[in-house]
């Protein structure tokens, strides 16, 4: 293989190495890294090893405590409520999910609500785990501001995805649905503006409200929703079951996910594991089929989660090769 | 009051002569009576009387079932299924929540799953009884297919909307959100149709997959989703919770809900009730203010639910001015 492309496990054992090394504890260093591992694998670099500095950043300045141990609570015989105590999303959702899938599959749904959380990364990994359990997998996790209200300028909401995995046998989920709020990730924008480049109208407002090309005025505006006012509904949805049901921080009041002033976000998230069997009479997997059968009639039609799954199949085969750039800054950080 | 002015339980009561002398049970005619009055009162004329004739038809072809019985049942400790037996959606919402309200006060979170069901009108009417039993509502009812699957050209999903609404109170619910996936109504292209008028380019595809502005195109074509691929993920959403969880006919096999024909769609809904204060370690109350406040920071940005509540305090004090046409027709069917 050439020298920038690595296989899974060697992407998983790098991370964990930089992030142990930066600070985080040995099992939160495993969880964080399994998921950079899954991101790359899964074909979403921007959540793979690219970001694996800004964890190590955050760590130093404690935007995350890499310290924490999270604390796992059942509050009703449905409801587990997880303390991330402003440590990593993924060990306190890894911690949660232990109790929550027992619970789910005994009661027929739970919740489980995760508080003074961090950024979760790809929110779809986590429902794919609970769809690899048997388990139809619902998450929300809130973001700090960055999209308007409807008619208003000033950012009140994240991007705010929602995620939904479908479990489909042992093999993993047959559908999966990650979608953010907004038209495009903040990160792209983000990314034109490092590269000098503008923007398509339509991905931002500038802070006096109005379109811009300008890839710095819209990172100082706020990111459109996608759908107009529907995309500010699905933005409150999850603001309202990540933040105010996980009793975790609003996103107009959350410090950044970037940069490493403001301390820890305290963001939060909720997920909500389902039995599928009883709820359908035994045909949950019958209806999912002929969905899918339905979506896929026509050949140019896209079912969410094939660009992923097609991507991992790949870098199974033929492990994932790797920005060199980022390889190298990424071997400095783990001191290989 | 002018000729044309009811009271909303001047609305009730002849909604529910209509619908009884039509062939609904009187506890079935009295549950969707009291929705229709509802969106009467919330501003919501296309789901109040101008609904009832459709419904009294509906009843007379036998596309929905006004002798059914719904019958509860409890299949784990926070599931609950109801089958409506191919009649109205209310009387099995109605007599489903009076189980899943207790249920989910005592689990912390419960489901309830609705198959063999229709249109259920609007969906926050019914998430909104949940936020007044205290519960945090989530709803999801599918419809027969209008939306193409990304990159498609035939119709495999319905319009389904979702809806959260949030408990303040005993007063009612401080946000109700409730929204379809596509970019307007089918409603809104039916009566352009109508009319003789032409309809926006955005709002349709016409059955070649092109964009449109003659809506009998449109309908024949299908409805374009809001913000793209994401509205499609959201109708997705929608799909897999109201149609696969809740074991009901998927919208690509169901029957219309417009016409007279096909039968039963047997179409489904599916409800989560949240005790929010377990979750949230007592900030539930706390958190939705902070975003309310947020969100209302500019005199100009809207919150979903206050049009519905302006409406709503409006008709309590004055009633409701009804179409004199509707009414006549209305007072018709009622034999009034």
Redesign the interface.
């Known amino acids: 293989m050439p020298m920038n492309t690595l296989t899974i496990r060697e992407i998983e054992a790098l991370a964990e190495r930089a992030l142990v090394k930066a600070g985080a504890t040995q099992e939160a260093g495993a969880s964080v890294a399994k998921a950079i591992a899954a991101a790359e694998r899964d074909g979403i670099p921007s959540h793979g090893l690219a970001y694996l500095g800004t964890y190590c950043e955050h760590l130093a300045f404690g935007k995350v405590i890499g310290s924490a141990v999270p604390k796992v609570m059942q509050?009703?015989?449905?409801?587990i409520?997880v303390d991330a105590g402003s440590g990593f999303a993924h060990p306190a959702t890894d911690a949660g999910f232990a109790r929550l899938v027992p619970v789910a599959r005994?009661?027929?749904?739970?919740?489980m609500?995760v508080?003074n959380s961090y950024n979760c990364g790809v929110l779809g990994y986590h429902t794919e785990q609970l769809a690899r359990q048997g388990l139809?997998g619902l998450g929300f996790t809130n973001a700090p501001?960055s999209i308007?209200?409807?008619?208003?300028?000033?950012a009140?909401l994240g991007t705010n995805p929602?995620s939904?995995a479908?479990p489909d046998g042992p093999g993993g989920a047959s559908?999966v649905?990650d979608?953010s709020a907004s038209?495009v990730a903040k990160s792209e924008v983000a990314k034109r503006a490092r590269e000098g480049k503008p923007i398509p109208l339509g991905w931002t407002l500038g802070p006096d409200g109005e379109p811009t090309t300008d890839p710095n005025l819209g990172l100082k505006g706020t990111m459109l929703?996608?759908?107009?006012?529907?995309?500010v509904?699905?933005a409150?949805?999850v603001?309202?079951?990540a933040?105010?049901?996980?009793?975790?921080v609003?996103g107009?009041?959350a410090s950044p996910f970037s940069g490493t002033a403001g301390g820890p976000p305290r963001t939060g998230q909720?997920f909500?594991a389902?039995?599928?069997e009883?709820?359908?009479?035994?045909?949950?997997n019958t209806?999912?089929r002929?969905?899918v059968a339905?979506?896929t009639?026509?050949a140019?039609?896209?079912?969410?989660g094939k660009r992923r799954r097609a991507a991992r199949e790949k870098a199974e085969r033929g492990g994932v090769d790797v920005d060199p750039a980022i390889l190298e800054k990424v071997r400095a950080l783990a001191g290989a």
Chains 1, 2 share one sequence.
């Open positions: 509050e009703m015989p449905g409801t409520v005994g009661q027929g749904i739970a919740l609500a508080r139809l501001a308007a209200a409807s008619g208003g300028r000033k009140v929602w939904i479908v559908i649905i979608q038209v929703p996608a759908g107009g006012y529907k995309g509904g699905s409150l949805l603001e309202l079951m933040a105010c049901l996980a009793g975790a609003i107009a009041k909720c909500i389902i039995a599928p009883p709820a359908s009479g035994g045909e949950f209806r999912c002929e969905l339905a979506l009639q026509e140019s039609a896209h079912v969410p």
